[in-house]
Antibody
Framework: EVLLVESGGGLVQPGGSLRLACAAS????????MYWVRQAPGKGLVSVSR????????NYADSVKGRFTISRDNAKNTLYLQLNSLSAEDTAVYYC??????????WGQGTMVIVSS | IQLTQSPSSLSASVGDRVTITCRAS??????LAWYQQKPGKAPKLLIH???TLQSGVPSRFSGGGSGTDFTLTISSLQPEDFATYYC?????????FGGGTKVEIK
């Protein structure tokens, strides 16, 4: 079964940091671009970052550039998102997703990040 | 590239035909997908490449359009179809989503 399982979310103070992880199984992880998408409470979906199969190419949304870092460990079949300098605007459910090239065909269940003092 | 969905919400009855529109701010060829999201759940891929149904998705769902204007149609709304629907383009990163269309029970 193809599966993505996120972890690492939680409550963090403004200015704090958090590291999210996404464990993949059931497919050749290193062959696919992987993505992070977030959804603020009651709001729509927003692309956050992406990384190619060998980890050498990364892209970020302007709203997180310089604060978030995407990475992957293909030996562990795991995707990461390092979140730094967090603000209330970063409060959201964070999903990892696998790309089939022209769509996100597999999504994780999401992990909630709450930025609050 | 911005995607504008309309309507933002609609009320419909079981058995109704429902059409949701997604308009792109510039041409995106056939690089468009549709997702369904139910409360508290991750989005689920319905359609990719404008009109190709993802495996396992019922045939009452269909997609169409080209260039900048696209549609998602549910031919006969079923109780399990009440959800929020999003379009997403894959033309150039960031692959933005539309604002969503919430389909509610009338």
């Amino acid at each position: 079964e193809v599966l993505l399982v996120e972890s690492g979310g939680g409550l963090v103070q403004p200015g704090g940091s958090l590291r999210l992880a996404c464990a993949a199984s059931g497919f050749t992880f290193s062959s696919y671009w992987m993505y992070w998408v977030r959804q603020a409470p009651g709001k729509g979906l927003v692309s956050v970052s992406r990384i190619n199969g060998d980890g050498r190419t990364t892209n970020y949304a302007d709203s997180v550039k310089g604060r978030f870092t995407i990475s992957r460990d293909n030996a562990k079949n795991t995707l990461y998102l390092q979140l730094n300098s967090l603000s209330a605007e970063d409060t959201a459910v964070y999903y990892c997703a696998k790309s089939r090239g022209n769509a996100f065909d597999i999504w994780g269940q999401g992990t909630m990040v709450i930025v609050s003092s | 590239i911005q995607l504008t969905q309309s309507p933002s919400s609609l009320s419909a009855s079981v058995g109704d035909r429902v059409t949701i529109t997604c308009r792109a701010s510039q041409g995106i060829s056939s690089d468009l997908a549709w997702y369904q999201q139910k409360p508290g759940k991750a989005p689920k891929l319905l359609i990719h490449a404008v009109s190709t149904l993802q495996s396992g998705v019922p045939s009452r769902f269909s997609g169409g359009g080209s260039g900048t204007d696209f549609t998602l149609t549910i031919s006969s709304l079923q109780p399990e179809d009440f959800a929020t629907y999003y379009c997403q383009h894959f033309n150039s990163y960031p692959f933005t989503f539309g604002g969503g269309t919430k389909v509610e029970i009338k």
